[in-house]
């Protein structure tokens, strides 16, 4: 059976990422920045798909991953309620390391900078995921949907869709820089960034 349109999109914005912290699965809000990015997201998809009728609307339990996909609805004319959570979207685990900069982990922690170097796809933070253990997590979702869905999440889950959907080799996906501002259509194993 045919997999149906996906269109992904991985939150604005926050000071967290401004940063270069890891923010893993801590609350972290939007900034202004991540909120016009959302909006200019939100206007794209609805000069893509109108209203987004016959489109599922699935979003990541995270604060900033609801406000992207709230901030989108608006812009598409839709109530900002008019969507559901779905658990298995929430972002990579960072562990210990969530809450510190690349430039923190660097100086304090660079045998953990060396082993993610060395193989990011399989790299596992202290009590935290690797993005295989992510892929493993998504992909049975992912395998199940039957409608055309809008999703809001993240941008370590968007590299493992990626490998998933489009067959993308996981250290190419590990290494994606993941956009904001931009929308990924997934349809019949390709990928297209809008």
């Not at 982990?105 to 900078?113: F, G, Q, T, V, Y």
């Not at 253990?133 to 992912?142: E, G, T």
């Not at 993308?168 to 290494?175: L, V």
Request: with cysteine; glycine share 10%; hydrophobic share 40%.
């Amino acid at each position: 059976m045919p997999r149906p349109v996906i269109f992904y999109i991985r939150h604005g914005q926050t000071d967290w990422n401004a940063q270069y912290r890891f923010q893993g699965q801590q609350d972290i809000p939007l900034n202004e920045t991540g909120r016009a990015q959302a909006l200019g997201n939100g206007r794209k998809l609805a000069g893509i798909v109108g209203d987004g009728a016959g489109f599922d609307f699935l979003c990541s339990p995270l604060g900033r991953a609801r406000e992207t996909m709230e901030i989108i609805r608006e812009a598409m004319d839709l109530p900002r309620e008019g969507y559901a959570i779905e658990e298995r979207l929430i972002e990579a685990s960072y562990g210990e390391l969530e809450g510190m900069s690349l430039t923190d982990i660097e100086r304090d922690r660079p045998e953990l900078m060396e082993l993610r170097d060395q193989d990011r796809w399989n790299f596992t933070p202290p009590n935290g995921e690797s993005l295989a253990m992510v892929s493993r997590r998504i992909a049975p979702f992912f395998d199940g949907l039957v409608q055309p869905v809008i999703i809001v999440a993240h941008g370590a889950v968007g590299r493992t869709v990626r490998h998933h959907l489009a067959g993308t080799p996981t250290e190419a996906a590990a290494h994606y820089a993941f956009p904001q501002d931009r929308i990924f259509r997934f349809e019949d194993g390709g990928e297209e960034l809008i």
